[in-house]
């Protein structure tokens, strides 16, 4: 199955899709609303309900989860699953009946793991869930399953035929993992027989089949390995319990492999599944704001830039101080070359940015600039902070034009000297020009004596001096 992935962001996984425009979306586009998380989100083109794609496209493949699989199968719930078998190995009565109880017990716990892993649950389930509930026929199910390949199997071996045989041998091993998770899944014996309900298992997983085959069979042969290794000396009563314990702690692995599968591809199998992960909303603020700005994102990608522009109006009507909203509302008046509405959004963009985040400041002059050559923010303390900005930026001539003359702009400003110090900074170290510079601070010292810049005054001053002192 091949993943989708959101329409505006080809990086991110589709989560959501639109039936009637046929346009998917990932979690980048529709933000969720924490307060209503039983409203199904609109399609931000058309406005009809979203269909909800489940972790299809978002579930990491199962071969590169192994390790999760192995660490799963530690937590308390399995160990003492493992535990309770190893136990059971050693102490419990030669009764039949005993043995099929703990059998249809350790069947319905497998089954569990499985279920639960489908639905992405990372808390493997406890011991005790093994015992209460429903599911204890799940063992004779699963019982039933396997007679009857075991009477396919018998039935081949009486053709004679070493080769038939075989084959049906290996056919019936690479079935079972299909049949036994249709069984969880459904828990009917019917589609764990059914040729077309565990086809789909297969169909929906394409040639990965084999890979989880692979890894199965492996794991299946991991409690006769430690059997092996440990069978050396070791005297049966610790050899029996070892075996079991192996053989609970593997059985969880597999099961948790083979749940995850079907979580994996719930798209294709026609589930869909929520990841415990995803699916955070956001405060009704947030949410409000990132749909806005999600939805100006795809109206521009649209070539739709009135659209655009109306949702971001809306939003800054709810946040007016957004700097983000601001921001994109301010580029796409720019981009969309509207120059008067530019301006006058400014009056309010640009003494945020100055505040906020001087850096955008500074490119919303330089924009300004090309709509007005002489614009200028009237606020003092934001020409200061701007000009900062835009010297960062190596644009000195742009940051002086926002200092020059701001003692007559703004005679009642108390940072004049510090604009000035910074001024003469960028005189000198910008532009090379030392007299200017020196003009000013002489300016500074005699205007302003009271200042309590005047030390930093005297040391660029008598940087300046053995600067202009030095022959060159
Ligand atoms: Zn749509
Ligand atoms: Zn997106």
Redesign the pocket.
């Known amino acids: 199955m091949d993943k989708t992935a959101?329409r505006?962001?080809p990086e991110?996984p589709a989560t959501w899709l639109c039936r009637s425009c046929e346009r998917s979306?990932?979690d980048?586009?529709i933000p969720l609303n924490m307060d209503a998380p039983d409203d199904a989100p609109r399609c931000p083109m058309c406005s009809s309900q979203l269909e909800f794609l489940g972790a299809a496209n978002t579930a990491q493949p199962f071969w590169q989860r192994l390790p999760a699989f192995f660490l799963y199968a530690l937590q308390p719930g399995p160990l003492a699953f493992a535990a309770l078998l190893a136990v059971a190995s050693i102490f419990m009565p030669r009764s039949i009946i005993l043995w099929v109880i703990l059998f249809s017990i350790a069947t319905k716990y497998f089954h569990s793991v499985i279920e639960a892993n489908s639905l992405a649950v990372k808390a493997a389930p406890s011991l005790t869930s093994a015992f209460t509930g429903e599911g204890f026929s799940l063992f004779f199910k699963q019982l039933a399953v396997f007679l009857i390949a075991f009477a396919i199997l018998w039935l081949a071996a009486d053709f004679n035929s070493e080769a038939l045989y075989w084959c049906v041998n290996i056919g019936l091993l690479l079935v079972m993992p299909a049949s036994i998770i249709r069984l969880a899944l459904d828990k009917d014996l019917s589609s764990a027989l059914s040729p077309e309900q565990v086809g789909q298992v297969i169909t929906a997983m394409g040639w990965r089949y084999l890979i989880l085959c692979a890894f199965l069979f492996i794991l299946w042969q991991s409690p006769g390995w430690v059997a092996y290794m440990l069978a050396h000396g070791l005297p049966r009563v610790i050899l029996l319990p070892v075996m079991a314990f192996a053989f609970a702690y593997f059985g969880v692995v597999m099961c948790a492999m083979m749940g995850y599968v079907v979580f994996q591809y719930q798209g294709a199998l026609g589930y869909v599944i929520v990841d415990e992960d995803s699916q955070a909303g956001f405060a009704a603020d947030e949410y409000q704001r990132r749909k806005a700005l999600a939805e100006t994102e795809i109206r521009l990608k649209e070539g739709q830039s009135d659209n655009a522009l109306e949702t971001l109006t809306a939003a800054l009507e709810k946040h007016p101080d957004d700097l983000k909203l601001n921001e994109r509302f301010h580029q796409l008046l720019f981009n969309l070359n509207s120059g008067e509405r530019c301006l006058r959004h400014l009056q309010h963009y640009m003494p945020l940015a100055a505040r906020l985040n001087p850096a955008l400041g500074a490119t919303a002059l330089l924009n300004a600039r090309r709509f007005k050559a002489d614009y200028l923010p009237d606020d003092p303390l934001v020409c200061e902070r701007i000009a900062e900005a835009l010297a960062m930026r190596h644009k000195n001539r742009e940051a002086l034009s926002l200092l020059r003359n701001l003692h007559q702009r703004a005679p009642d400003y108390p940072q004049i000297p510090r604009a000035y110090l910074l001024a003469a900074r960028i005189f000198a170290e910008g532009l090379g020009q030392v007299e200017q510079a020196q003009k000013l601070l002489q300016f500074v010292r005699l205007r302003y004596p009271q200042s309590p810049l005047l030390g930093e005054v005297a040391n660029l001053e008598a940087t300046l001096a053995k600067l202009s002192g030095m022959p060159g």
């Open positions: 959101c505006y962001h991110q979306y990932g980048c586009c």
